[in-house]
C-alpha cells in the first residue's frame, strides 16, 4: 500500500474543527446487528460470497472493516456491514475523492472548459518569470506537477509540519487552494511523481474558477456542487454523496467525500464501463482510458487512480500486481478505503473501513482472494 495518506489524519481531525465541514458524524451504535446478503445466482456461490467476505469482519490481522459491496456483471451479489453500519451508512473517501476530482475533470475537458495540455489556469502562477505557469492538467493528475508539497513528515519533522495536515487542518484550512498554490516548485514540471493532496485541490480550484468568476465563498460552493451533481452524482444515481468544502468555498476534492458503499460501487462501475450508464455516454472514453492509463513517472498511477503495475524501484507496492489482471484499477483512500475494479471479471469491489496505513497488506491480500474467485470474460 501507498504510505502516502497519513496515520494520524483522524487524529487531526477529531481535534481540529474544519470550517464548512458541517455536524460531526453521529456516534455508532454498535449493538445493531449485521447487515449481509448473498445472492444464490453468481458466478460464485452463495457460500464462496460469504467465505470471501468474511475475513474482512473476522480476521483480527485485516482490522476494522465497516462495508464491503461486490458486483458482478453491474448487480450487487454480495454485500455486508459491520454492526452499526448499514447501506444507508455514509462513509468518508479519504483519497479515493481524488478521482471523483479527475472524472470531473474530464468532464469539463468534455466541455470546452479546460484543456488536458495548455498551461494549468491559475492566476497567481500568471506570471512570465514564475517557472509555475508551465504545469498542465496532465501534470497535475499525474502528481507531476514538480511542485514542492510534503505529503507525510519528513525524517525529523512533525506531522503538523507535513503540508497536507497544515493545508486541511491548521493554517490552510481556511483556504486550501491559496495554501496549495502559493508552494514553489521543487522540480520540473513532469519529471518526478510526488503524491500530492494539494494537487487535487488546485485542480478543484481551477474547476470552481471555470464555472464562475466569483470570489463569494457560497456562489463558489454551489457552482462545483451543482456541477459535480449535474454531470455526476445524479446521473450515476449517487444521491448519498455529501462532498466538504472549506470557507472559500473550494470543494475537499482529494480528501473530503462522503458516500454509502453502494453509491463508492456505483462509481466504479461507471469506470468499469468506461464512463457509460444504461448504455448512455457520459463521459469520453477517451478520457476513462487515459485515467486507466500509466504516467511518465509512475506505472502504478494513472490520472489519479492507482493501477495494478509494478512501481518504480525503492517504491511502496501498491495493490497487488503479482496476483491479479493488469488492468485492474482502484480509488484508494487513506485507512484502508477502497473502490477497485477488474474490466476483464465485469467486477467492482468496495470496501470501507478503518486500518492503518502500514498494515493493510492483509486487507490487500484478501480482495486479491476475492477477485480470483471470478471468472475472466
Known amino acids: 500500500m501507498p504510505r502516502y ?5 483522524a487524529t487531526l481531525f477529531s481535534l481540529t474543527a474544519l470550517s464548512g465541514c458541517g455536524s460531526a458524524p453521529a456516534v455508532v451504535e454498535t449493538t445493531t446487528p449485521v447487515v449481509a446478503r448473498y445472492a444464490d445466482d453468481a458466478a460464485v456461490s452463495e457460500q464462496g460470497l460469504k467465505d470471501a467476505i468474511a475475513p474482512f469482519f473476522d480476521d483480527e490481522t485485516l482490522s476494522e472493516t465497516r462495508a464491503v459491496v461486490i458486483m458482478h456483471g453491474g448487480l450487487i451479489v454480495a454485500e455486508r456491514y459491520a454492526p452499526g453500519y448499514t447501506p444507508e451508512t455514509k462513509l468518508i473517501s479519504w483519497s479515493m475523492a481524488k478521482s471523483v476530482t479527475a472524472t470531473l475533470v474530464g468532464f469539463m475537458v468534455a466541455d470546452g472548459l479546460l484543456v488536458l495540455d495548455d498551461p494549468a489556469p491559475v492566476s497567481e502562477w500568471a506570471n512570465a518569470g514564475d517557472a509555475r505557469n508551465r504545469i498542465t492538467l496532465r501534470q497535475l493528475l499525474h502528481m507531476s506537477s514538480g511542485i514542492d508539497h510534503t505529503e507525510i513528515p519528513e525524517e525529523g519533522k512533525t506531522i503538523y509540519e507535513a503540508d497536507t495536515p497544515r493545508m486541511l487542518f491548521l493554517d490552510g484550512r481556511e483556504n486550501v487552494a491559496r495554501y496549495a498554490e502559493g508552494r514553489m516548485l521543487e522540480a520540473e ?11 487535487s485541490h488546485i485542480l478543484i480550484d481551477i474547476m470552481t474558477r471555470a464555472l464562475t468568476n466569483s470570489r463569494n465563498p457560497q456562489i463558489r460552493r454551489d457552482a462545483m456542487l451543482e456541477y459535480a451533481r449535474g454531470r455526476l452524482f445524479e446521473p450515476l444515481g449517487m444521491k ?33 464501463n468506461n464512463g457509460s450508464v444504461r448504455s448512455a455516454q457520459l463521459l469520453p472514453t477517451s478520457w476513462v482510458r487515459f485515467m486507466r492509463t500509466s504516467s511518465a513517472n509512475d506505472a502504478a498511477y494513472g490520472g489519479h487512480i492507482w493501477l495494478n503495475k509494478r512501481r518504480p524501484a525503492g517504491q511502496d507496492q501498491v495493490l497487488f500486481p503479482d496476483k491479479g489482471p493488469s488492468d485492474i484499477f482502484a480509488a484508494i483512500g487513506h485507512l484502508g478505503q477502497f473502490v477497485v475494479v477488474s474490466p476483464q ?3 467492482t469491489i468496495v470496501r470501507l473501513g478503518k486500518t492503518q496505513d502500514d498494515v493493510l497488506d492483509p486487507v490487500n491480500d484478501q480482495l486479491a482472494k476475492v477477485i480470483a474467485l471470478f471468472p475472466k470474460s
Open 5 to 9: 495518506q497519513l496515520p494520524l489524519y
Open 189 to 199: 514540471p513532469g519529471k518526478k511523481f510526488e503524491y500530492s493532496s494539494a494537487t
Open 345 to 347: 471479471q465485469k467486477l
Open 240 to 272: 448519498s454523496v455529501v462532498p466538504e468544502f472549506d470557507r472559500n468555498g473550494t470543494m475537499l476534492g482529494g480528501s473530503m467525500i462522503h458516500a454509502t458503499a453502494r453509491d463508492w460501487a456505483k462509481f466504479g462501475e461507471f469506470l468499469r
